[in-house]
């Protein structure tokens, strides 16, 4: 029997968004039999959810469907199926919109599953709220990252979004968070939760204009545009079958994003500072400035007095360091860059709900990129798609479409480039560099021994500030990298650096670095030596051979074939 594949969603939000509810609602979509556990659930002000937790659901993606039932003279009964989708063209009014989605004569039915009966397995990484963590950022996100050490991939990150404002410490959380782990703005989604479905009325504009602008400030937030969102009711007690039928197909749609999606290797993940972090080392990184600035003075005033050889040594020790640690660098470069890892180039989102007052119209959608795309991939629901050009091995990507009715439509694309294109030209440099500095190293090491020969005696306060202009140029190397692998980050993390004062915090930090200078000094990283050949050509002409073709979905009139047409398979 095949394993199903498996996708990891990462869910984030503030304390009572609703994070553990969805998850719930989630298993109660696989499987409408199944029993809301009650003690996993918030209530009040308080999270229920204190650590990272993992829930898993097996699906294989069915839409769901409402039946009026109305008895005959014989008894029977005959069924008429509902499509919620057309409730806003039959009810103008919103009143009679709002007795229409809590009609009680009717049934919930699942329908036929998403591209047959292929299973797929989700697993829902649940997470603390995101201002339950007074103001603790990294531990917050330590803690989350710790629990994933046994995951190879993320597919998908959501963010549950109340329906109160956003608050400031909110905002800043989510905001920090996109900033420290810029690799998932490409695979970022919100879902707004305990919406009222009878909001949702075209008549409501006050409702409508204050989701544009929480959806606004999202995106300023997280500096990124079209990211895909979704509104849903978390009403584990909804009897309606309608409203049920809502939050049953928004669940599959959120779901269907995760096999959309490119992952991202939380084995090649690295992480930006924190804003607390960056000011530690900044702090650390004028002291070292500063100490180097003075001890170069001194060391130059003892050279006069001593000899020129000793100036010479400690410019070559000084060399010799900088050196080592710029080919540490080059080949943790390299080790990250150096693989067919896709990076998103561009996406665009078309969005529409239901409205009477939106007509079917023709619609074009286009992005240029920058390098030549690598992967591309296309979700179009109730979308046709008249004409499309460019995509994979081109510069860019074009297509003309229209809805195929009256009904919510979707088309999504996005397209994808290999990272060691992108970055051709830093490897090229990188890879010089790799054959360079070993070199450089080697006569900086023969000139020091040379030097080393020459001198008779050293005295000793000259060789202490040596080795202490070593120290501080190594801990000052340390404090100015803009990132950090993941290990490293935990380990900052756990020798509790960022949760004391400013003074106590810059000692930790340093200590951290000291205690590891050998470690750090003698890393290394795995580099494949494929220099020698050139790299690959990104011309326009040349299509990447053995990448998965575009999937795009095609509407047709029959509902069915098109909720089967919308299935977006997972092309890894």
């Not at 909804?238 to 290797?265: D, E, K, M, V, W």
């Not at 380990?491 to 200078?517: C, F, H, M, P, S």
């Not at 011309?539 to 029959?558: F, H, L, M, Q, W």
Request: net charge negative; hydrophobic share 35%.
């Amino acid at each position: 029997m095949t394993t199903p594949p498996t996708y990891n969603i990462l869910i984030l939000g503030e304390t009572q968004a609703g994070k553990s509810t969805f998850i719930e609602a989630t298993k109660r979509y696989a499987d409408p039999k199944y029993k809301i556990d009650k003690t996993v659930v918030g209530g009040g002000v308080f999270s229920h959810t204190s650590t990272v937790r993992s829930s898993e659901v097996t699906t294989n993606l069915p839409s769901y469907y409402v039946f009026k039932t109305s008895p005959n003279p014989d008894g029977d009964k005959e069924t008429f199926p509902v499509d919620y989708g057309s409730f806003i063209d039959q009810t103008e009014d919103e009143d009679d919109y709002e007795d229409a989605i809590n009609d009680r004569k009717c049934e919930l039915s699942q329908g036929e599953a998403t591209g047959g009966q292929v299973e797929r397995r989700f697993n829902l990484i649940d997470t603390p709220g995101l201002n339950d963590t007074n103001n603790f950022d990294e531990i917050h996100v330590s803690s989350i990252f710790k629990a994933l050490k046994n995951i190879q991939d993320i597919h998908l990150v959501l963010i549950a979004v109340s329906n109160s404002p956003l608050a400031d410490g909110v905002k800043h959380a989510i905001g920090c968070y996109v900033d420290m782990l810029p690799n998932f703005k490409g695979i970022l989604a919100f879902v707004h939760t305990h919406i009222k479905y009878k909001s949702l009325h075209p008549s409501n504009e006050r409702f409508a204009d204050a989701m544009e602008e929480k959806k606004r400030i999202l995106s300023d937030v997280t500096k990124t545009k079209n990211v895909p969102s979704f509104m849903i009711d978390c009403d584990l007690n909804y009897p309606r079958p309608i409203q049920a039928c809502i939050t049953h197909n928004t669940i599959r749609g959120i779901l269907s994003l995760a096999p959309f999606n490119q992952p991202i290797s939380v084995a090649t993940l690295t992480m930006n500072k924190t804003p607390k972090m960056v000011d530690v080392d900044m702090f650390l990184k004028e002291k070292y400035e500063t100490v180097i600035k003075a001890r170069g003075k001194v060391l130059k005033d003892k050279d006069r007095e001593q000899s020129e050889v000793l100036s010479t040594i400690g410019k070559l020790k000084a060399s010799i360091c900088e050196k080592e640690q710029e080919l540490e660098d080059v080949r943790r470069q390299l080790s990250l860059h150096q693989s067919d890892e896709m990076v998103l180039l561009a996406q665009e989102l078309f969005q529409q709900d239901w409205s009477p007052k939106k007509i079917v119209k023709k619609r074009s959608m286009k992005f240029n990129c920058d390098y030549q795309i690598d992967h591309h991939d296309v979700r179009a629901y109730n979308i046709e798609i008249t004409n499309e050009i460019g995509g994979k091995g081109y510069f860019f990507w074009k297509a003309e479409y229209r809805r195929a009715r009256y009904q919510h439509g979707i088309l999504h694309a996005k397209s994808y480039v290999k990272k060691r294109k992108m970055f051709e030209k830093e490897i090229q440099t990188w890879g010089s560099a790799i054959y360079r500095l070993p070199g450089e190293i080697e006569d900086d090491q023969r000139d020091l021994e040379k030097y080393e020969k020459e001198k008779e005696e050293h005295q000793k306060a000259i060789q202490v500030l040596l080795d202490e202009l070593e120290m501080n140029q190594y801990l000052l190397n340390q404090v100015s990298k803009k990132e950090l692998e993941v290990e490293i980050f935990h380990e900052l993390v756990d020798t509790k650096a960022y949760i004391g004062t400013q003074v106590e915090n810059l000692k930790v930090v340093e200590k951290y670095y000291l205690d590891n200078r050998e470690r750090f000094k003698n890393q290394s990283y795995e580099t494949e030596r494929v220099f020698a050949a050139p790299l690959e050509t990104t011309s326009r002409s040349i299509a990447d051979e053995g990448a998965t073709p575009t999937v795009v979905a095609d509407d047709t009139e029959n509902a069915k074939d098109a909720e089967d047409a919308e299935d977006v398979k997972d092309m890894h």
